[in-house]
């Protein structure tokens, strides 16, 4: 059985962090999600932070840990693109991808690390991208804030894993979600034909790879960057 453990899924008010809260909910875990708007699937208890805002993130894990425990699995979903090319990206473009994506991720596993090393015990996953390692055109704030989460998760792997504290990165392909929703059909189109499942994902496909390793069985991986992506990405 698997034992059950107190999570935080950052941005579990759509999407895949709301597939990952709903995979972790119906594995009995209790699940906390942040949001800016809306709210978490039923059953999980949903607390307003921003990832842009360290003290909105401190009054989230407060208010946790009153309700639920410290948090044992962190998950650093929430993210934004802001596509354009590198021509005409602004700095503000670059470094507001940065620092909700790469920035974001650094705050919420900081203050769980606390927490973490106390108890003798962490999971750490990093919601990457295939473009992370891929690269994407019109995408160089998006895939450098992806691709600074595999140093993070290595980094960390290297600091803390001698505390039984794991820190992996899930870097997805394209799943069905709102962001995927925005991109024009004839793109959608290309994209398709160059991944070899032929097929977009649902969130809940990458939910399970989360859950996964964030439990039991996975305890002996760490700094591993483990992709969701029909095939897109092989080698990178
Ligand atoms: P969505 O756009 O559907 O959802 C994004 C989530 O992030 C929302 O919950 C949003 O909250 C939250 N968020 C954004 N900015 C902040 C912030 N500053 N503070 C707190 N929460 C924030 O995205 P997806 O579900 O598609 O993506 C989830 C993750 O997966 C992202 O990191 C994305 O980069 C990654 N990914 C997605 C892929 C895809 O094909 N969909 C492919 C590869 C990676 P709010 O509703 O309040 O805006």
Same mark, same amino acid.
Do not use: K, Q, T
């Given at each position: 059985m698997t034992t059950s453990r107190t999570v935080l899924v950052t =941005? =579990?008010?759509? =999407?895949i962090g709301y597939a990952i809260a709903e995979e972790f909910l119906a594995q009995g875990h209790r699940v906390a999600v942040t949001a800016r708007s809306g709210e978490g699937p039923e059953g999980a208890l949903t607390v307003r932070a921003d990832v842009t805002d360290a003290e909105s993130i401190d009054r989230a894990f407060t208010e946790i840990e009153a309700a639920? =425990?410290? /948090?044992?699995v962190v998950i650093a979903n929430a993210g934004i693109t802001r596509d354009t090319l590198l021509m005409r990206m602004s700095e503000e473009e670059f470094t507001s991808v940065v620092d909700t994506n790469l920035t974001g991720a650094f705050r919420v596993v900081k203050r769980a690390s606390k927490g973490m090393l106390k108890a003798r015990f962490g999971r750490v996953v990093l919601i990457s991208s295939? /473009? +992370?390692?891929f690269g994407g055109a019109g995408q160089v704030n998006y895939s450098s804030s992806k691709a600074g989460l595999v140093g993070m998760a290595r980094s960390i792997t290297r600091e803390l894993? $001698?505390?039984n504290i794991t820190a992996n990165v899930v870097a997805p392909g394209f799943i069905e979600t709102d962001m995927t929703d925005a991109l024009p059909a004839e793109q959608q189109a290309e994209y398709r034909k160059n991944i070899p499942a032929g097929r977009f994902a649902t969130p809940g496909e990458v939910a399970k790879v989360v859950a996964w390793l964030a439990g039991?069985? $996975?305890?002996?991986?760490? +700094?591993a960057v483990i992709p969701v992506d029909g095939g897109l990405g092989m080698g990178h």
């Open positions: =941005g =579990g008010n759509r =999407g639920l =425990g410290p /948090v044992e295939v /473009v +992370g390692l894993g $001698a505390r039991d069985d $996975a305890g002996y991986i760490s +700094g």
